[in-house]
């Protein structure tokens, strides 16, 4: 299976990384330093993961030099202002002790007003154009190497898309595992040359055990002599996505990295099972927003 992957930067991003999403402030910088000595050189987090200053830490106290980290983050939905995006961004960079950041996502379709907690920017949730043409001019100032989007579905990938864009977004980071596979976007994704990341890849905290103790996993990992994990880790990266499994455990975070390319009729078997079954999301906040719209609507 491909160690990396080649975006239209040029640059290889690393297929699996850590996610830092829900690891507390407590237990992030073990579970940095922990995935660095197993040979991770990926780190998915986000400035609203409210845990960037401890990863950070974390790099800086690894033997690690700091370019060899592939480092993601993201903006925030209260600054996509135009003109709130570089203090924002400053702020990170700050925290992860760098001058600028190898990939950096619009962390959401949605725009919220920067005064006022959770209230919906209509214009630029509308069109996220302004705020896309932004980055761009960082990445030509050289804050940001390559920029993306997180959750967006296909009509607003092609809202946005339709714009003169400089520089296309070069991955689409969303919610993929076993209960929503999306193979859908996935198919076109790849017809569009964007790469999809995984978040909650095992199925979030919530569902991990379920996902893991799904008969066909089991039997996959039984017949391979691998773990139900690595079934599963492997798997999205064999669908060709990157891959973010969250661990704050050292063994799992270990476990996590290695991935083995399941023989075509496996594959196919728990393609299969995790595509014909209604599907779910097992994350979705637009109720706990205040919407009165579902963010993941066509
Ligand atoms: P923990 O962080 O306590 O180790 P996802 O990546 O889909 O969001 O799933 C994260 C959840 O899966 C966390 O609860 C994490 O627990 C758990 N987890 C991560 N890796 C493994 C593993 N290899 N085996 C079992 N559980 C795991």
């Given at each position: 299976l491909t160690s990396h992957y080649t975006l239209p930067s040029g640059d290889k991003i690393p297929s699996v990384a850590l996610g830092v999403w829900q690891a507390e402030k407590g237990e992030v910088g073990m579970a940095v330093q922990a995935a660095l000595k197993s040979g991770y050189r990926h780190i998915d987090g986000a400035y609203a993961y409210n845990n960037e200053e401890y990863v950070g830490k974390a790099i800086r106290a690894s033997a690690v030099p700091r370019e060899q980290i592939w480092l993601t983050s993201k903006l925030w939905n209260a600054f996509h202002a135009p003109e709130d995006i570089e203090p924002v961004l400053d702020v990170t960079l700050a925290n992860l002790g760098t001058d600028y950041i190898y990939m950096y996502l619009i962390h959401w379709p949605i725009a919220f007003k920067k005064e006022g907690n959770y209230v919906l920017d209509e214009a630029l949730t509308a069109n996220p154009y302004p705020t896309w043409q932004k980055l761009e001019e960082w990445v030509?100032?050289?804050?940001?190497?390559?920029?993306?989007?997180?959750?967006?579905?296909?009509?607003?990938?092609?809202?946005?898309?339709?714009?003169?864009?400089?520089?296309?977004?070069?991955?689409?980071?969303?919610?993929?595992?076993?209960?929503?596979?999306?193979?859908?976007?996935?198919?076109?994704?790849?017809?569009?040359?964007?790469?999809?990341?995984?978040?909650?890849?095992?199925?979030?905290?919530?569902?991990?055990?379920?996902?893991?103790?799904q008969p066909v996993v089991k039997s996959i990992a039984k017949?391979?002599?691998?773990?139900?994990?690595?079934?599963?880790?492997?798997?999205?990266?064999?669908?060709?996505?990157?891959?973010?499994?969250?661990?704050?455990?050292?063994?799992?975070?270990?476990?996590?990295?290695?991935?083995?390319?399941?023989?075509?009729?496996?594959?196919?078997?728990?393609?299969?099972?995790?595509?014909?079954h209604e599907p779910h999301r097992t994350g979705?906040?637009?109720?706990?927003?205040?919407?009165?719209?579902?963010?993941?609507d066509d």
């Open positions: 030509d100032k050289g804050k940001i190497r390559n920029i993306g989007i997180s959750n967006f579905n296909i009509r607003r990938i092609q809202n946005l898309t339709a714009n003169p864009l400089k520089y296309k977004p070069a991955v689409n980071q969303v919610e993929l595992n076993f209960w929503n596979p999306q193979p859908e976007l996935l198919k076109w994704a790849k017809e569009h040359d964007l790469i999809l990341e995984a978040y909650s890849p095992l199925g979030g905290s919530n569902e991990v055990g379920k996902t893991l103790s017949e391979l002599g691998i773990t139900p994990a690595q079934v599963i880790i492997s798997w999205h990266v064999q669908r060709g996505t990157i891959v973010l499994p969250k661990s704050v455990t050292p063994s799992r975070i270990e476990e996590n990295l290695q991935i083995f390319s399941l023989p075509q009729d496996l594959f196919d078997k728990l393609e299969k099972a995790a595509t014909s979705n906040p637009s109720n706990r927003w205040g919407l009165d719209f579902d963010i993941f």
